[in-house]
């Protein structure tokens, strides 16, 4: 089968993957445009980029797919790219663009999304880090037909996993084989006309909003597991983050516990330890196990505390 690719990130380079191994034909590739990144804040492919340039495939960036946005002329060089191609499909996973009707009408097949969850729950840009961070017990992969709506369109596959103790980045990387295996399977189906697409449910419906960098701060007065699964959910972007003794630290993995039945406010640290740092929550507490300092490297709670001392009695805030 023709298939025209686009995505950006590590997610969607491993879907990539996935199908030029099952030997379709990739005649292009859609991606965003190089970002600083690094220290030097030098220009960086995609990860889907850099595969695309060793296999070969004809690789398009455009800023803007609007005939009649910001870049007009981006969006008609992509539009001759596309019609040129003469796709049976176009594979959408974590693009980072909006696609417009004309390109949701272009392949034979049309654009088939992989999404990272169980559709209608979490449309949106951050599926994955807003599961964690509500303690769903499941998530998964969902493949759907694109069509103008927000994550809208029909389900034809979907599969779930269990979350577990999951931070973002390890879930992001099952979801990211499953969606692989997924698409796969979805391809196969359309080439034999046995995909049978499913309308979305309207109850079920929630919104994935895009994670920012001031969601990093932690509120202590929140019970120990909130807490926890936020700093499962927040790694490795943006990570939690809370000050003590005028100091931002990172907070990169806790666990919560039972209250001892002190009374102490929420965010005192209450005993200090090679095991972690524990910190009073709201009727909970907190044992945080691996933090980092401005600048320094992510550390184990014992190595931290040779480097950073910690005493009981002081304030997260």
């Known amino acids: 089968m023709k298939v025209v690719f686009a995505g950006t990130p590590e997610f969607s380079r491993v879907a990539l993957q996935a199908i030029d191994s099952a030997d379709h034909d990739i005649v292009g590739v859609l991606t965003q445009p190089d970002r600083p990144s690094g220290r030097g804040m030098k220009l960086q492919p995609s990860p889907v980029k850099q595969l695309a340039e060793r296999r070969g495939w004809p690789v398009f960036q455009p800023r ?159 019970d120990a597991e909130t807490i926890v699964r936020r700093v499962r959910a927040f790694d490795p972007f943006p990570g939690v983050s809370s000050h003590l003794d005028g100091e931002s630290l990172k907070i990169w993995a806790a666990r919560a516990e039972p209250s001892a039945g002190t009374a102490e406010a929420p965010g005192t640290v209450t005993t200090v330890g090679p095991a972690g740092v524990r910190v009073a929550a709201l009727n909970s507490s907190v044992l945080i196990t691996e933090l980092q300092r401005a600048g320094g490297k992510r550390l184990a709670a014992g190595d931290f505390l040779r480097g950073f001392d910690v005493k009981p009695g002081q304030v997260f805030g």
């Open 64 to 222: 803007s797919l609007r005939l009649d946005g910001k870049y007009p002329d981006d969006a008609a060089g992509a539009r001759s790219a596309l019609e040129s191609a003469q796709a049976d499909v176009m594979v959408v996973a974590a693009y980072g663009l909006i696609l417009p009707q004309w390109v949701l009408d272009l392949p034979r097949l049309g654009c088939l999304n992989i999404h990272a969850s169980l559709l209608p729950r979490w449309r949106g840009a951050a599926p994955i880090h807003r599961a964690i961070e509500a303690g769903d017990r499941e998530t998964g992969i969902t493949i759907m037909q694109m069509d103008a709506g927000l994550d809208t369109g029909a389900m034809l596959l979907r599969e779930a996993v269990l979350i577990g103790d999951d931070t973002t980045a390890q879930l992001h990387d099952r979801l990211a084989e499953l969606g692989g295996r997924l698409i796969v399977r979805a391809l196969s189906d359309a080439g034999a006309g046995t995909l049978r697409p499913t309308p979305q449910p309207d109850e079920g419906v929630t919104y994935a909003h895009k994670v920012e960098k001031h969601e990093a701060q932690l509120d202590w007065a929140q």
